[in-house]
Protein backbone atom coordinates (compact mmCIF):
# COMPACT_ATOMS: atom_id res chain seq x y z
CA UNK A 1 0.00 0.00 0.00
CA UNK A 2 1.25 3.34 -0.76
CA UNK A 3 2.64 5.48 2.32
CA UNK A 4 0.70 8.42 0.73
CA UNK A 5 -2.46 6.53 0.86
CA UNK A 6 -5.50 8.22 2.69
CA UNK A 7 -6.52 5.90 5.51
CA UNK A 8 -10.54 5.29 6.27
CA UNK A 9 -12.09 4.14 9.30
CA UNK A 10 -15.71 2.68 8.52
CA UNK A 11 -18.37 2.71 11.00
CA UNK A 12 -21.99 1.96 10.11
CA UNK A 13 -24.46 -0.60 12.25
CA UNK A 14 -25.45 -2.21 9.33
CA UNK A 15 -22.93 -5.39 8.23
CA UNK A 16 -24.05 -5.45 4.38
CA UNK A 17 -23.93 -1.70 4.11
CA UNK A 18 -20.40 -1.18 5.69
CA UNK A 19 -18.45 -4.35 4.52
CA UNK A 20 -19.88 -2.68 1.09
CA UNK A 21 -18.07 0.46 1.89
CA UNK A 22 -14.95 -1.82 2.49
CA UNK A 23 -15.17 -3.38 -0.12
CA UNK A 24 -15.98 -0.40 -2.48
CA UNK A 25 -12.95 2.04 -0.54
CA UNK A 26 -10.66 -0.93 -0.73
CA UNK A 27 -10.78 -1.34 -4.44
CA UNK A 28 -10.14 2.69 -4.96
CA UNK A 29 -6.93 3.97 -5.98
CA UNK A 30 -4.76 6.16 -3.23
CA UNK A 31 -7.32 4.62 -0.04
CA UNK A 32 -6.78 2.13 2.01
CA UNK A 33 -9.76 0.84 4.74
CA UNK A 34 -7.68 0.25 8.06
CA UNK A 35 -10.45 -0.72 10.24
CA UNK A 36 -14.30 -0.60 10.64
CA UNK A 37 -16.68 -0.06 13.10
CA UNK A 38 -20.58 -1.02 14.16
CA UNK A 39 -21.29 1.38 16.51
CA UNK A 40 -19.90 5.01 18.02
CA UNK A 41 -18.54 3.63 20.81
CA UNK A 42 -16.38 1.30 18.76
CA UNK A 43 -15.73 3.64 16.29
CA UNK A 44 -14.02 6.36 18.99
CA UNK A 45 -11.80 3.80 20.12
CA UNK A 46 -10.51 2.79 17.60
CA UNK A 47 -10.19 6.21 15.89
CA UNK A 48 -8.01 6.93 18.42
CA UNK A 49 -6.26 3.97 18.85
CA UNK A 50 -5.50 4.11 14.88
CA UNK A 51 -5.62 7.77 14.01
CA UNK A 52 -7.12 7.42 10.39
CA UNK A 53 -7.14 10.32 8.02
CA UNK A 54 -10.97 10.24 7.54
CA UNK A 55 -13.59 8.62 9.56
CA UNK A 56 -16.80 7.54 7.30
CA UNK A 57 -19.56 7.67 10.02
CA UNK A 58 -22.95 7.09 10.16
CA UNK A 59 -25.25 9.04 13.10
CA UNK A 60 -27.99 6.47 13.68
CA UNK A 61 -25.86 4.06 15.96
CA UNK A 62 -26.20 1.99 19.02
CA UNK A 63 -24.53 2.54 22.28
CA UNK A 64 -23.24 6.16 20.95
CA UNK A 65 -24.94 8.18 17.87
CA UNK A 66 -22.39 9.40 15.29
CA UNK A 67 -22.83 12.91 16.12
CA UNK A 68 -21.69 12.19 19.60
CA UNK A 69 -18.54 10.25 18.16
CA UNK A 70 -17.58 12.63 16.23
CA UNK A 71 -16.90 15.21 18.89
CA UNK A 72 -15.45 12.86 21.10
CA UNK A 73 -13.21 12.16 17.79
CA UNK A 74 -12.65 16.01 16.83
CA UNK A 75 -11.55 16.81 20.39
CA UNK A 76 -9.32 14.20 21.07
CA UNK A 77 -7.84 14.14 17.72
CA UNK A 78 -8.86 17.29 15.91
CA UNK A 79 -6.28 15.94 12.78
CA UNK A 80 -8.89 13.33 12.17
CA UNK A 81 -11.64 14.69 9.36
CA UNK A 82 -14.95 12.92 10.05
CA UNK A 83 -17.30 12.57 6.82
CA UNK A 84 -21.09 11.80 7.70
CA UNK A 85 -22.87 9.43 5.40
CA UNK A 86 -26.27 8.95 6.48
CA UNK A 87 -29.85 8.54 5.44
CA UNK A 88 -30.69 11.61 7.64
CA UNK A 89 -31.23 14.98 5.24
CA UNK A 90 -32.72 17.09 8.18
CA UNK A 91 -31.10 20.40 8.99
CA UNK A 92 -31.06 19.30 12.20
CA UNK A 93 -29.15 16.52 11.83
CA UNK A 94 -26.67 18.45 9.10
CA UNK A 95 -26.11 20.97 11.70
CA UNK A 96 -25.30 18.87 14.48
CA UNK A 97 -22.96 17.29 12.70
CA UNK A 98 -21.00 20.21 11.22
CA UNK A 99 -21.36 21.46 15.00
CA UNK A 100 -19.59 18.49 16.35
CA UNK A 101 -16.84 18.93 13.88
CA UNK A 102 -17.30 16.98 10.98
CA UNK A 103 -16.07 18.41 7.47
CA UNK A 104 -18.40 16.87 5.02
CA UNK A 105 -21.67 15.03 5.22
CA UNK A 106 -22.98 12.50 2.12
CA UNK A 107 -26.10 10.64 1.93
CA UNK A 108 -26.61 6.85 1.48
CA UNK A 109 -27.22 6.27 -1.77
CA UNK A 110 -24.52 8.29 -3.13
CA UNK A 111 -22.79 7.36 -5.85
CA UNK A 112 -19.15 5.36 -5.61
CA UNK A 113 -17.43 8.33 -7.31
CA UNK A 114 -18.94 10.88 -4.90
CA UNK A 115 -17.63 8.94 -1.61
CA UNK A 116 -14.23 8.84 -2.80
CA UNK A 117 -14.04 12.14 -4.16
CA UNK A 118 -15.56 13.72 -0.99
CA UNK A 119 -12.82 11.42 0.50
CA UNK A 120 -9.97 12.67 -1.05
CA UNK A 121 -11.46 16.49 -1.03
CA UNK A 122 -11.57 16.22 2.74
CA UNK A 123 -8.63 14.27 3.13
CA UNK A 124 -7.38 17.52 1.27
CA UNK A 125 -8.10 20.05 3.44
CA UNK A 126 -12.09 20.50 1.81
CA UNK A 127 -15.09 20.88 3.34
CA UNK A 128 -17.64 18.67 1.06
CA UNK A 129 -21.59 18.09 1.51
CA UNK A 130 -23.65 16.04 -0.89
CA UNK A 131 -25.29 17.73 -3.52
CA UNK A 132 -29.08 17.46 -1.46
CA UNK A 133 -27.59 18.76 1.76
CA UNK A 134 -26.08 21.72 0.20
CA UNK A 135 -29.40 22.27 -1.48
CA UNK A 136 -31.35 21.86 1.71
CA UNK A 137 -28.71 23.89 3.82
CA UNK A 138 -29.17 26.95 1.41
CA UNK A 139 -33.25 26.74 1.71
CA UNK A 140 -33.16 26.48 5.02
CA UNK A 141 -30.51 29.79 5.44
CA UNK A 142 -32.41 31.74 2.76
CA UNK A 143 -35.76 31.40 4.83
CA UNK A 144 -33.57 32.69 8.26
CA UNK A 145 -34.65 36.76 8.72
CA UNK A 146 -31.21 38.34 8.75
CA UNK A 147 -30.23 39.86 12.62
CA UNK A 148 -27.74 42.53 13.22
CA UNK A 149 -24.42 40.91 13.55
CA UNK A 150 -23.16 43.07 16.37
CA UNK A 151 -26.20 42.04 18.79
CA UNK A 152 -25.53 38.57 17.36
CA UNK A 153 -21.70 38.41 17.66
CA UNK A 154 -20.76 41.24 20.33
CA UNK A 155 -16.94 39.49 20.70
CA UNK A 156 -15.77 40.34 17.07
CA UNK A 157 -14.73 43.28 16.09
CA UNK A 158 -16.19 45.62 13.10
CA UNK A 159 -13.48 44.70 10.83
CA UNK A 160 -14.01 40.31 11.70
CA UNK A 161 -17.81 40.83 11.45
CA UNK A 162 -17.35 42.11 7.62
CA UNK A 163 -14.85 39.36 6.91
CA UNK A 164 -17.12 36.86 8.28
CA UNK A 165 -20.33 38.11 6.57
CA UNK A 166 -17.70 37.69 3.77
CA UNK A 167 -17.37 34.12 4.56
CA UNK A 168 -20.81 33.39 4.86
CA UNK A 169 -20.53 34.42 1.51
CA UNK A 170 -18.53 31.83 0.25
CA UNK A 171 -15.60 33.92 -0.38
CA UNK A 172 -12.03 32.73 0.15
CA UNK A 173 -9.31 34.64 1.71
CA UNK A 174 -7.89 35.53 -1.74
CA UNK A 175 -11.13 36.59 -2.72
CA UNK A 176 -11.98 38.59 0.56
CA UNK A 177 -8.72 40.05 0.93
CA UNK A 178 -8.98 41.65 -2.68
CA UNK A 179 -12.26 42.93 -1.94
CA UNK A 180 -11.19 44.80 1.57
CA UNK A 181 -8.32 46.05 0.32
CA UNK A 182 -5.81 43.89 2.83
CA UNK A 183 -3.80 40.95 2.43
CA UNK A 184 -4.42 37.83 2.62
CA UNK A 185 -2.08 37.19 5.45
CA UNK A 186 -4.18 39.88 7.38
CA UNK A 187 -7.82 37.98 6.19
CA UNK A 188 -5.99 34.56 7.47
CA UNK A 189 -5.52 36.64 10.82
CA UNK A 190 -8.97 37.84 11.08
CA UNK A 191 -10.49 34.27 9.98
CA UNK A 192 -8.51 32.69 12.71
CA UNK A 193 -9.30 35.20 15.55
CA UNK A 194 -12.78 34.70 14.32
CA UNK A 195 -12.99 31.04 14.79
CA UNK A 196 -11.29 31.06 17.81
CA UNK A 197 -13.97 33.84 19.12
CA UNK A 198 -16.89 31.54 17.86
CA UNK A 199 -15.53 28.67 19.03
CA UNK A 200 -15.70 26.97 15.91
CA UNK A 201 -13.13 24.24 14.40
CA UNK A 202 -13.37 25.65 10.53
CA UNK A 203 -14.85 27.70 8.09
CA UNK A 204 -17.69 25.29 7.85
CA UNK A 205 -18.77 25.86 11.28
CA UNK A 206 -18.08 29.33 11.01
CA UNK A 207 -20.21 29.28 7.90
CA UNK A 208 -23.39 27.75 9.57
CA UNK A 209 -23.11 29.96 12.60
CA UNK A 210 -22.84 32.99 10.48
CA UNK A 211 -25.99 32.15 7.79
CA UNK A 212 -27.48 31.19 11.20
CA UNK A 213 -26.94 34.86 12.76
CA UNK A 214 -28.70 36.19 8.94
CA UNK A 215 -25.27 37.15 7.62
CA UNK A 216 -24.32 36.04 4.05
Known sequence: MNAEAVRVLVVDDHDEFRKGLE???????????????????????????????????????????????????????????????????????????????ARGYLLKGARRQEIV????????????????????MMTYFRGLRARPAAEVFPELTERERVVLGRIADGLDNGEIARELGLSVK??????????AKLQVA???????????AGLG
Do not use: K
Not at 117 to 136: K, L, N, Q, S
Not at 186 to 195: K, Y
Not at 202 to 212: K, L, T
Open 23 to 101: ALLGAADGLEVVGSAADGARAVDLALGLQPDIVLMDLQMPRLNGVEATGRIVASSPHISVIVLSMMDDEDSVFAAVRAG
Open 117 to 136: RAIEAVGAGEVIFGPGIADR
Open 186 to 195: TVRNHASNIF
Open 202 to 212: HRAQAIVRARE
